[in-house]
């Protein structure tokens, strides 16, 4: 930790009122820096109370002990929850792995998320195991408008790289689309293509073989970009 760097817990009410058997939560959950605890792990913490005791435990223990009595929406909607904190983080943080494509670009997040888990939760509803937060425009920011619950595949159609499409047999599709039909890894199909390997190459390459690699470059015709 760096001289003069000043260390910020984070807080959350909602799981005030919350019981976990006899133990009433009776103040918001906070987190505190790694500088303070000494541990590479962030826990969360609350103020319980229990008749006339009152004590400090960890979340995590109470939910451990009492997995089906909490009702907060941190306990409740922790997928959401995490999405949100993120969301906040890659746009918040100028040291973020991701701060080149949020911060530094002047995404931002609206005034009705960024301060309130509960109005980005009630805006979004709830999120599946395998969707994530997704920006409809890329130029624009975080907002009830332009976002949306979405897996992987869907993502894809709405990246900043160029979106290829590739036509055969009087099928056109986008490359994603063709990757899911075929069965084959996008990422492993793209990774051919950035090879200088043609678009049908490969989709279809089964393996080294003594053939021409003429093919390989006689595919611009095949090829169509879309604007963002």
């Given at each position: 930790?760096?001289?003069?760097?000043?260390?910020?817990?984070?807080?959350?009410?909602?799981?005030?009122?919350?019981?976990?058997?006899?133990?009433?939560?009776?103040?918001?959950?906070?987190?505190?820096?790694?500088?303070?605890?000494?541990?590479?792990?962030?826990?969360?913490?609350?103020?319980?109370?229990?008749?006339?005791?009152?004590?400090?435990?960890?979340?995590?223990?109470?939910?451990?002990?009492?997995?089906?009595?909490?009702?907060?929406?941190?306990?409740?909607?922790?997928?959401?929850?995490?999405?949100?904190?993120?969301?906040?983080?890659?746009?918040?943080?100028?040291?973020?792995?991701?701060?080149?494509?949020?911060?530094?670009?002047?995404?931002?997040?609206?005034?009705?998320?960024?301060?309130?888990?509960?109005?980005?939760?009630?805006?979004?509803?709830?999120?599946?195991?395998?969707?994530?937060?997704?920006?409809?425009?890329?130029?624009?920011?975080?907002?009830?408008?332009?976002?949306?619950?979405?897996?992987?595949?869907?993502?894809?159609?709405?990246?900043?790289?160029?979106?290829?499409?590739?036509?055969?047999?009087?099928?056109?599709?986008?490359?994603?689309?063709?990757?899911?039909?075929?069965?084959?890894?996008?990422?492993?199909?793209?990774?051919?293509i950035q090879r200088g390997r043609s678009i049908e190459a490969a989709l279809f390459w089964k393996g080294r073989?003594?053939?021409?690699?003429?093919?390989?470059?006689?595919?611009?015709?095949?090829?169509?970009?879309?604007?963002?």
């Amino acid at each position: 930790m760096r001289k003069g760097t000043i260390l910020v817990p984070r807080f959350d009410t909602s799981v005030v009122g919350d019981t976990y058997g006899d133990d009433e939560v009776i103040g918001a959950a906070f987190r505190l820096p790694v500088g303070l605890t000494g541990s590479r792990q962030r826990h969360w913490f609350v103020v319980v109370r229990r008749s006339r005791d009152v004590r400090v435990v960890r979340l995590n223990y109470l939910r451990v002990l009492h997995p089906s009595t909490s009702t907060s929406r941190l306990a409740l909607n922790k997928r959401e929850y995490t999405s949100w904190r993120g969301m906040l983080e890659r746009c918040r943080n100028p040291k973020h792995d991701s701060a080149s494509r949020y911060s530094q670009r002047g995404i931002t997040v609206c005034d009705r998320w960024k301060d309130s888990f509960p109005n980005f939760l009630e805006d979004t509803g709830p999120r599946k195991d395998n969707e994530t937060i997704e920006r409809i425009d890329n130029n624009r920011g975080y907002e009830p408008s332009n976002c949306r619950w979405a897996t992987m595949k869907e993502q894809r159609r709405n990246q900043n790289s160029r979106l290829i499409w590739f036509e055969k047999d009087g099928l056109r599709m986008c490359l994603a689309d063709w990757c899911a039909r075929l069965n084959v890894p996008w990422g492993r199909v793209h990774q051919r293509i950035q090879r200088g390997r043609s678009i049908e190459a490969a989709l279809f390459w089964k393996g080294r073989t003594s053939h021409s690699s003429v093919a390989d470059r006689a595919d611009s015709a095949d090829v169509a970009t879309i604007k963002r």
